[in-house]
């Protein structure tokens, strides 16, 4: 069910509902292409989670998909705005006061830093970006090798800040100031880290997080591979992991 929410009614959701729901779930999207690439996941997850008894909300943030605003004005303060709006959408239409987030990316990590202001019960996070700085160095490189690719222009477009754009996403000064600032800092909330960072070709890239909170999805998802939107589109095992997460009553 489509629903507009939060101040001026500019954030846009659709609410998944279940008859006599056992949690209520928001599901958090990550930023620029990697929310276009999770898409299909968010649908199947929201339709898994509400087969299974729980309301969910999934949404978008105000400057991205179908909410209101300008993508220039997108901020990191104003994503947790949009988090604590949507967690009292949630609560009000399921009914239910205790709400855990989902999130994939910058969206675990959005959802991480809004844990307080949002009154969240628990994050299962996949993916969590663990460096906004590299995170932004590595989306300039994605920008700069795709302006020079052939396979997509007739001719490079070597005239075009790279930094920019992240593969057709404005990220905006203020978001790129302030996503250098953005490091992964699990908290208490943390219940469920989902890693499927490929090893290789950064040494490292793993997250080190003792079990039972983490859990292993060997197939490899290639975030920084435009070729490969497949890993993300395909990724059922996430799905699985997170319905039985919450199949086992946990937060």
């Known amino acids: 069910m489509p629903r507009y929410f939060g101040p001026r009614r500019a954030l846009f959701g659709l609410y998944q509902a279940a008859a006599a729901p056992r949690r209520a779930v928001l599901l958090c999207p990550p930023l620029g292409q990697e929310m276009i690439r999770s898409h299909r996941i968010y649908r199947l997850l929201a339709q898994a989670l509400a087969e299974r008894g729980h309301a969910v909300l999934r949404f978008d943030y105000r400057g991205t998909g179908d909410s209101a605003d300008a993508g220039e004005g997108l901020s990191w303060n104003a994503c947790l705005a949009d988090v604590r709006e949507a967690a009292a959408e949630l609560r009000s239409a399921s009914g239910l006061d ?25 994050v299962v996070a ?81 997250i080190q997080q003792p079990p039972p909170r983490t859990l292993r999805i060997e197939r490899p998802t290639s975030w920084h591979d435009l070729d490969a939107q497949e890993d993300v589109i395909l990724a059922h095992g996430v799905v699985e992991a997170v319905t039985a997460h919450f199949q086992e009553g946990r937060a």
């Open 126 to 206: 996949w993916d969590p970006v663990l460096d906004g700085g590299q995170f932004l160095a590595t989306m300039d490189a994605l920008q700069a090798h795709l302006l020079v690719d052939t396979s997509r222009f007739l001719r490079p477009r070597r005239d075009v800040d790279p930094h920019a754009e992240w593969v057709g996403f404005a990220p905006g000064d203020r978001l790129r100031a302030q996503l250098g600032d953005v490091r992964w800092r699990p908290g208490s909330a943390l219940s469920l880290l989902i890693d499927s960072a490929p090893r290789e070709p950064r040494a490292g890239h793993a």
């Open 98 to 122: 205790a709400v855990t987030a989902f999130g994939t990316r910058l969206g675990a990590n959005i959802a991480m830093d809004a844990v307080d202001t949002a009154q969240l019960v628990g």
